[in-house]
Every structure is written in structure tokens, then in C-alpha cells.
């Protein structure tokens, strides 16, 4: 702990995210005691949204865009503009700014974090990507062996109890299970499956399906409209009279 900076609090702070995220203060976190072993297990989930417009309520996918991501690059565009320095974490061109810390200007940067629901960096990180991977987690904490704690001792040459409890810690991280779970985000209504509807409908309130729909139009065409192009001015078809004499 005599080389941490810049904290108040001693241990381990464990990400788990999709590779590529950017880490920030919104993304999950696991925090590990020192002189402990701790085992950590996941659950991998993946979400696809729909794209086609204008189903559509995503935007881009991750880890290139995410909703955290976005409002981090928000605030830290506040934050170099109206404080003159940047936070930890921003991973932007530095040109001639300092950290917010090293120049004093902790208590700029913090009223800015309060406000960051207020922030309009021109950018809207309401909507989710359209692709994405998070991570459930689990974390099972147990005591480190005497055996483990005299090893590091003898490797370290210290014979302090207390110093290995506050500055050694063990974390495993593995999947609970092989499997993964997916989320697909569908239109709940095609529109091959809207037709089906409505002739559906039809047919059971109605009596009409599509069989007789093409019936009555090729009778009105073939008995009623063609006998008409050649001058004919009798009705064909059921209840209709017939002549086969033409108009002279």
C-alpha cells in the first residue's frame, strides 16, 4: 500500500467487461479485500437488437460504442472545457492539460460529475448498442493457507503478519458454466405474418379466403368484363341472360 496514489481505500477493483470496453466509474466492479483469496465466476450474456428502420432503438455496437462509454467521453469533454484539466481515465489527447488532481482542481471536476445528467456534449447516449456482451457475476471469498502466507514471506523477507494481510490478495476468475446465453430482440409481427392475420380474420368472420377472392375477380373479368371488348352486352355468369346477337 506505500506506492498506491491518490486513494482512500486499499484493495483490488476487479472489471469485468467485453474486451475492448472503455473503463469507467459506471461500468460494474468487484471490489477484493486485501489478505484474501477470492474466486469470481461468470455468466457471459450476448444481446442483438433489431436495426431495420424504424423498428430500430439501438445504435452502433459495442465495445465501439456503449451507453457508459459515451456519457465518459461526454463528461470529459466538460470537463477540459470548463475546468481546464482532465480526469483519470481519459484516455484523449493530453495536449498541454494536467490532471485534475495535480493542478488542485479536484472540487471543479467533482461539481461537474454531480451534474453529468445535465451535460450536452452534443451526443445522445439514451439508446443501447445493437450488439453487446456483459457479464454476471459471482464471488465467493475465502481465507489464504499459512503455507501461502510463510512462502511469500520468505519471499519477500518479512516475517510481519499484518504486512501480508494488507498487501497480498488472490483472485480467480473463471465461467461458472460453458454455456451462453443469447438475446435476440425481434419485430413481434412480420409482414408475411401481418397477411396471415388479416386472412385469417377474414376467412373466420367472413367466409372469404383467398381461393374465392381470385374466384370473383376472374368471374368479373372473364364473364362480365371480356364478353363486354368484343360487344357483346349480355351478362354471363349465374343469374345473368345470354344473347349472341351483337349490336349492329
Partial sequence: QDDYVDTDVAGLLVFVTQPGSKITSQVPLIGVTPGKSVMIGLRQKSTSRVREKP???CFSEAPQYSQQKCRAECID???RQDCNCRRWGDTNDPGNLTFCGVAGLTTCMDEMNKTAALT???QDCSLPPCEHTEYDTSMTTIELSQSLQQQLNELFGTDSRDYFLQNFVS???????IQVQEFTEAKAMTR???LGAIGGSMGL???ISALSVFEVLGDLTMLRLAPRLFGYRGLFGLGGRTSGLKDA
Fill in 120 to 122: 450536452n456534449c452534443g
Fill in 77 to 79: 469533454i466538460a470537463i
Fill in 171 to 177: 483472485v480467480t476468475v473463471n465461467f461458472e458454466q
Fill in 55 to 57: 423498428w430500430s432503438r
Fill in 192 to 194: 408475411s405474418q401481418l
Fill in 205 to 207: 368472420f367472413l367466409g
